[in-house]
């Protein structure tokens, strides 16, 4: 089993906030931990304190041959006023990271203390992209893939939340399993009722990353329009989201480059049935019109 330097720990997590779609902002030198990236996408900026060790087989003949851990070496986390503290795993065999709630780990945790995770879930989350892990004592750890990251550390609080409830966390390992059932409107009734906020903030995210997944992958994380791949590349709707025909289905889906997303949204280029690129000739006569008023001699 792979054990990682603190330096390709940072890279895991540098790879993973690309991949989730977003940029990074790291001024702090690869020997210094916790790491505090600043991550930003439009005009939304996170600012995260993370805690991260690689995860290893914790099993023995005391403990559950499918135990995995972290071996946690500091005495406690230090909160920042306007930082979001994320405490992580991190296993190199599947390539997922595992978080946990630092809600139940606040105060003081005695120098190398060990966080748990079942197997299954770390494995599980390679498929769907994430998996709970039932700790017990109303706690749950989480199994994430990168491409997943920025989701988990936008909604961290809620997702954990869900372990505070036998009967709700069956429903968040039901989506876990099978994501079909993010469109059951129904399903939100089984959530008790001081969670179904959260609930719902991991519904609309699920179904948000799935959207974006499938799409992506059917268009092998190319441009549409340009072919271009990098990170550059988002799923766009074709019916777009506010009007009432618009649905989460792969088929009413696009990848487009950033460039081509905003020129897709203001209509100044489309496609027809025929899959050919067509560009509005009114809104190019207009800039045409609009360079020529104000260009300069």
Known sequence: MANLSKSELL???????????????????????????????DNQIRRLKIYIWNI??????????????IQVKVPRF???????????????DGQVFAGFDYRK???????SASFQIKREALEKATINGFAPSDKGNREIAIAFRPDFFAEYAGHVSAFHSLGESRSDLEVLEIIASDQR????DEIIQQVSHPRQTAFQTIRRTLRDHSFKARVLTAYSRRCAFCDIQLNLIEAAHIVPVSHEAST?????GI????????????ALVTFNESYQTVSSREKLER??????????V
């Open 255 to 266: 990848a487009l480059c950033a460039l081509h997303h905003k020129a897709y949204d203001s």
């Open 248 to 252: 989460d289905e792969t088929r009413n």
């Open 56 to 69: 290893s087989h914790g099993g023995g003949h005391k403990r559950p041959t499918d135990e995995y851990r």
């Open 11 to 41: 890279d895991r997590i540098i790879q993973a906030i690309n991949a989730s779609g977003w940029n990074i902002f790291y001024d702090q030198g690869l020997s210094s931990h916790p790491f505090k990236p600043r991550i930003y996408k």
């Open 78 to 92: 230090e909160p920042e006023q306007g930082w979001q503290i994320l405490i992580l795993g991190w296993w190199e």
């Open 181 to 184: 059932q993010l469109a059951n």
């Open 287 to 296: 800039l045409r019109n609009y360079l020529k008023t104000h260009e300069t």
């Open 105 to 111: 780990h606040s105060g003081d945790i005695g120098w």
